[in-house]
């Protein structure tokens, strides 16, 4: 059976899309989990790029196998019913979590890099999320489809001027003293399965979709690949920033400072990134809530807002700081067990 490439490439650009959030895309994440460690983080990047290529591909392969069309069907084929619906009900939250902190991260990007209003960005994010969760999952597919080139081709473009940079090298190969430097160790592990357990919110239903198993496999491969290239990218570009983690949003940052003339597209292709994380949480949300409540998906939709938007009035830089390690700490028992569940072919499952 033939590959089909341009579904792969779909695939691949709504697995990028959903991991490349907020914190990914201002680079306020990669510092949190990597570039604070200097070359020991470059040595977490390449480890957590091999899990997001060989588990982010065999977790849709495995959805699609068993039909789910859900990440509470998944979690309840690898943990069991009981502690399926345990994790079902933490991913909910966590998911809610995450919306939060995307919320947040539109609002910093409004009064950080535009001199705007943070209210002024979380509202505009909820308005246009929700034109675009009436759409369905072909905005889903269109919107990733879009930004996830963009956010490549920018994430190389400001590598390649860091690398010009003086001292480009030593600063690469630094390692600086970090009091939690222990973190280092577990970082590849507890940021891969954080973006992995919330990325099934999306993938699980896409690859329901797609059903085709040589495609979600290529799929999964193209976007786990892209995201590890990202990854590299934009940590041998935070590397040459001083007191990176003194910023929100430190890619914008650089950008002013390296490239300035380019510096409000690549403004806007950061609030597109964390504009499609924001749709496929609450697209996952959605779908989840819907099976366990009979009401319209644009009340579910509202009600799921309304909640993240108290929340995202906490600082930006605080709620990733903490939420985020914590949810990773929580996902690794979800990659442990993906990793350990055999892939079945189709006749055993029948």
């Known amino acids: 059976m033939k590959t089909n490439w341009g579904a792969a490439f779909q695939i691949a650009a709504v697995y990028v899309g959903t991991v490349v959030g907020a914190g990914f895309a201002t680079g306020r994440e990669i510092v949190e989990f990597f570039s604070r460690f ?18 982010g591909s065999k977790g849709m392969r495995i959805a ?37 902190v995307m919320l947040a991260g539109a609002g910093a990007v409004f009064e950080e890099q535009l001199g705007l209003t943070k209210s002024l960005g979380i509202f505009l994010t909820i308005g246009l999320s929700i034109i675009v969760m009436v759409v369905g999952i072909k905005g889903l597919f ?86 590890t290239i990202i990854l590299i990218s934009s940590h041998m570009t935070l590397v040459m920033l001083p007191n990176l983690e003194s910023y929100d949003i430190p890619m914008g940052v650089i950008m002013r400072t390296v490239a300035s003339s380019f510096f409000w597209i690549y403004v806007l292709i950061i609030y597109g990134e964390i504009f499609t994380s924001v749709i496929g949480n609450v697209f996952g949300v959605e779908r989840q809530v819907r099976k366990y409540i009979s009401i319209p998906s644009i009340v579910i939709v509202t009600i799921i807002f309304v909640i993240c938007y108290f929340i995202s009035f906490i600082n930006y830089g605080t709620l990733l700081s903490y939420l985020y390690p914590l949810f990773g700490y929580i996902s690794i028992i979800f990659i442990v067990l993906l990793w350990m569940k055999p892939f079945e072919e189709k006749r055993d499952l029948k």
């Open 64 to 100: 699609a196998r068993i039909q789910a069309t859900s990440y509470q069907e998944l979690n309840e084929y690898l943990f069991g019913r009981f502690f399926g619906s345990i994790i079902n009900v933490l991913m909910l939250l966590m998911l809610l979590g995450v919306c939060a």
């Open 38 to 55: 200097g070359f020991i983080g470059f040595i977490s990047i390449l480890m957590s790029g091999y899990i997001f290529i060989f588990l």
């Open 142 to 227: 269109a919107v990733n489809t879009f930004v996830v080139p963009m956010m490549i081709a920018f994430s190389f473009f400001l590598m390649i001027l860091s690398m010009k940079l003086p001292n480009f090298m030593e600063q690469l190969l630094y390692i600086p003293f970090a009091e939690d430097g222990w973190k280092a160790v577990v970082a590849p592990f507890s940021y891969a399965a954080l973006n992995l357990t919330l990325a099934q919110a999306v993938l699980v239903p896409v690859a329901a979709e797609i059903k085709d198993d040589r495609t979600i496999k290529w799929g999964g491969i193209l976007g786990g690949a892209a995201l």
